[in-house]
């Protein structure tokens, strides 16, 4: 048995990245870039305005600025105008600025005496509320760095330079196996001696959460052989396989040996932690393995801990070992040595509160818990305000 530290290394040292594919620019939010961007075109493409009102040329030391309007630039107008030093254009925000003009003059500060247009320059400099041509970056500039989480603002600013699909990693496709003859579904009546499987939703919703689709969840029962058909089938079809229950030292516990019988490679199995002690960790190939424990809280916790770092890391994301922050308890905590702690917790005014029902079956807590709060091994007793690392989910 390892400590979650030792565990976290082996996961580090054996990382695996997502193959590189091109994905539409409007489908790529949550996923991350597999290369650096760099626009090919200037932005803006042309001078524009950045205000409705009046294009002019300006001329320093003129008090009073009498102009005579000569036409009207919109956005989308194709044609550029010209204008000279004592005309002035209409223009509204977006139209192309017409030549010979570098001031854009808001329509408000504008009034209009004897068939000409009259402002205080004294409110006003040379350049006001006019977009150059490349303001926001030239042709060839590095706009977006490979590793670079896809966001509503980045999909917006790469539809600006016209990217039409970009390189991501590729999400995995997950299969999962949930054990356990005790499983009945949700909306089926609850015989006596059957649990309702909690897992599956908990598991596709996580992954859900994480921008992974492509997902298929089976059961099996517990039988050696309809589990190791199960397993083999799952290893040929997905990326990553991840196994619910089954995985204890108990007389009906066949999923470690049909791993192995399969050609899985163990990188670590127990940790001492608590919930989910009974953790397996293997690869196949440039497939990861995860086989977790089947009460709902070690499912979850195991989950947070060690599959949702992988496949961020397969995703191409970083820091996928930082905690989501540092915060102080809100009271006391005491507990036994030899085993980290991973504890259902609520963040509430910059304070981890320790809530209630932490045995690994109950379920009750997440109703509220907003983070697992990481209390070490080592350690026995802590005093209020105490600080401790939190994930969220």
């Known amino acids: 048995m390892i400590s979650v530290s030792e565990a976290k290394k082996i996961l580090n040292n054996h990382l695996i990245l997502g193959k590189r594919i091109f994905v ?73 600025v017409p030549s010979g003009a570098d001031t854009v003059i808001p329509q408000e500060w504008v009034k209009t005496e004897n068939g000409q247009l009259v402002f205080d320059p004294e409110k006003f400099k040379k350049g006001a509320n006019f977009r150059a041509k490349g303001a926001q970056n030239k042709s060839g500039d590095l706009i977006a760095k490979i590793g670079s989480p896809i966001t509503p603002g980045m999909v917006g600013l790469l539809a600006s330079v016209g990217m039409e699909k970009i390189p991501v990693y590729s999400p995995p496709a997950i299969g999962i196996i949930l054990t356990g003859d005790e499983l009945e579904e949700i909306g089926k009546p609850l015989a006596f001696g059957k649990i309702y499987n909690a897992n599956g939703p908990i598991l596709e919703s996580y992954l859900h959460q994480l921008g992974i689709h492509a997902i298929q969840i089976g059961k099996a029962i517990d039988e050696p052989e309809k589990l190791q058909e199960k397993i083999n089938d799952y290893l040929g079809k997905y990326d990553i396989l991840i196994l619910s229950g089954g995985i204890s030292v108990g007389e009906y516990d066949y999923v ?138």
């Open 256 to 393: 470690k040996e049909g791993l192995r019988q399969a050609g899985v490679q163990e990188l670590f199995y127990k940790v001492k932690q608590k919930p989910g002690k009974p953790l397996f960790v293997g690869q196949r190939k440039n497939q990861w393995i995860f086989a977790l424990p089947g009460n709902p809280a070690s499912t979850l916790t195991c989950f947070n801990q060690y599959v949702k770092p992988c496949i961020e890391a397969w995703m191409g994301k970083t820091d996928i070992w930082k905690p989501s922050g540092t915060y102080p308890l809100a009271d006391n905590f005491e507990k036994t040595k030899g085993l980290t702690f991973f504890l259902k917790a609520k963040l509430e005014n910059e304070k981890v509160i320790i809530l209630p029902g932490q045995e690994s079956f109950n379920l009750i807590s997440y109703g509220s818990a907003n983070c697992i709060s990481e209390v070490g091994e080592e350690v026995q007793f802590l005093e209020k305000g105490t600080k401790v690392n939190i994930y969220e989910w």
């Open 24 to 96: 539409d620019l409007g489908a790529a939010n949550g996923l991350v870039l597999a290369e650096d961007i760099f626009s090919p075109i200037d932005i803006p493409s042309f001078d524009n305005s950045a205000m409705d009102g009046y294009a002019i040329f300006w001329q320093e030391g003129n008090p009073i600025r009498n102009l005579r309007p000569i036409s009207k630039s919109k956005a989308g107008d194709m044609e550029v105008l010209t204008l000279d030093q004592n005309e002035a254009i209409r223009i509204f925000t977006g139209a192309p």
